[in-house]
């Protein structure tokens, strides 16, 4: 499998998604990469963090969207609950000794990218006049929940909007 490169184009503009889905790309490459040296208790540690990961940044997507009165919060919802069964499916795999790992690998590096690109493309407009408004409740909901989705590990959420 090829590292996966993040790229400029893959940037939505919102920098707390942005570097949350950074995250999820080096989780990626992880994977890939103890798949590689054959360590199949790191690969099971990366992909429960991985998977962990990527199931609180849906979270947190869904809940930034909600409060900006995005429309197509309901289609986004149900886009993350079908991958997260697909993934689901994956786990179930690997509990029972299969090597999934290159055919997980290519699904995550697609859906991802397609994922960020469409789906996600769509919600950037009414988080970031949410966003952007700028006012200290807006600020404080973004503090206090990236605590209490990602902990002390909380990316960062400064730079743009």
Known sequence: MAYMQWTADMDTGINVIDV?????????????????????????????ELVFYTITHFQFEEE??????????????????????RIAD?????N?????????????????VTHIMGDDRDYVDAVQKHI??????????????LQRLF???APASGGRT
Request: hydrophobic residues 40%; aromatic residues 8%; proline residues 1%.
């Open 90 to 94: 994956f786990l179930e795999r690997v």
């Open 96 to 112: 029972k000794g299969e090597d999934v790992v290159p055919e997980l690998l290519s699904l995550l590096k697609v859906w991802l």
């Open 64 to 85: 930034l969207q909600e409060r900006a009165g995005y429309q197509f919060v309901k289609a986004h919802k149900r886009v993350h609950e079908i991958f997260k069964r």
């Open 132 to 145: 952007g408004a700028g006012n200290r409740e807006n600020a404080g909901w973004l503090a206090t929940t």
């Open 20 to 48: 949350q889905h950074r995250r999820i790309v080096d989780y990626i490459n992880e994977l890939d990469q103890a798949s590689q040296m054959s360590n199949a208790a790191e690969v099971r540690g990366v992909l429960e």
């Open 151 to 153: 902990g002390a590990q």
